[in-house]
């Protein structure tokens, strides 16, 4: 059964880490002790106290509705606080985490329009490294049940279709002659061919620039599948990004769902 954990890449998180409300968050916990720790505001924010003269007739302590409204306003700034934090901490680490294309573009089209024409050969080179090394990397993965995290079948299916093309133009012949890339259905083995192309061996230069040569001419592709496999990098830290973010909107709604409960409480 395949999952859908697309909410894991960093794509998903680009929506709220760069986000200008996110961005506010950062400050939260170097400011928001100056907010909890002046009484004005607490009492500038308290819920109004009509609401707590039911918990004050239960109340055997004596507290006034004004003390039992400024506790409950100061218990809901704390939750505020540490949910803020726990969101700013996520906004930080997502800025200095997610890989510059994923933050600086939203979708693999948009890089590709913005940046193809700045493309060089020599950069394509390079691209074509990066993109059979993340490959490989990949297919080392795909029988964990937690592939979807840190794999990218988009990369995985998007390269398959290339290095068949290539293929079929009869770019894999050149030093194969032992069929070492071919097997004897003649279709080409992706993992050996990009093997060589990702350490640049010498033994197989004829095989690698043609390759490159193809790359360049398949630009666009490869700047799409490096998109691809930059989105599902640092796997670890995506999933503590998003914990993090989770538990800062959990204790976000806290709040609202305690006022909610006295507003309901107090009109029964």
């Known amino acids: 059964m395949n999952i859908n954990l697309n909410f894991f890449r960093w794509s998903a998180l680009r929506g709220i880490g760069q986000s200008k409300a996110a961005g506010f968050t950062v400050l939260i916990p170097f400011i928001g002790w100056a907010i909890l720790l002046n009484g004005t505001a607490v009492e500038y924010l308290a819920v109004a106290s009509d ?7 239960q109340n055997q302590s004596g507290a ?26 996520a906004s930080f680490m997502f800025k200095a985490f997610c890989p510059r294309i994923i933050k600086d573009y939203p979708t693999p089209s948009k890089y590709v329009e913005d940046e193809e024409k700045f493309i060089t050969d020599a950069s394509v080179n390079l691209l074509a490294e990066k993109t059979a ?11 964990s049940k937690l592939a979807p995290i840190f794999t990218s079948r988009e990369l995985q299916v ?21 069929g070492h890339f071919v097997t004897p259905m003649d279709t080409p083995i992706v993992e050996k061919i990009l ?3 990702s350490t640049n061996r010498r033994v197989s230069r004829a095989l690698v620039e043609s390759f490159r040569a193809d790359a360049r001419k398949s ?26 973010y989770g538990v800062g909107f959990a204790l976000l709604a806290v709040p609202t769902a305690r006022t909610l409960y006295k507003i309901i409480n107090s009109m029964s």
Do not use: C
């Open 51 to 57: 609401l707590f003269q039911q918990s004050t007739a």
């Open 133 to 143: 090394s993340a490959y490989l990397k990949q297919e080392k993965s795909y029988k």
């Open 64 to 89: 006034t509705p004004s003390l039992i409204s400024r506790l409950f306003t100061l218990s809901n700034l704390y939750f505020a606080y540490f949910g803020l934090t726990f969101i700013g901490v």
């Open 195 to 197: 093997e060589e192309v």
């Open 158 to 178: 998007q390269m398959d279709a290339i290095v068949n093309q290539m293929h079929l133009s009869g770019n894999f012949g050149a030093g194969d002659s032992d």
């Open 219 to 244: 630009r666009s592709d490869f700047m799409i599948m490096e998109y691809f496999s930059d989105d599902v990098t640092l796997w670890q830290i995506r999933s503590i990004i998003l914990i993090l």
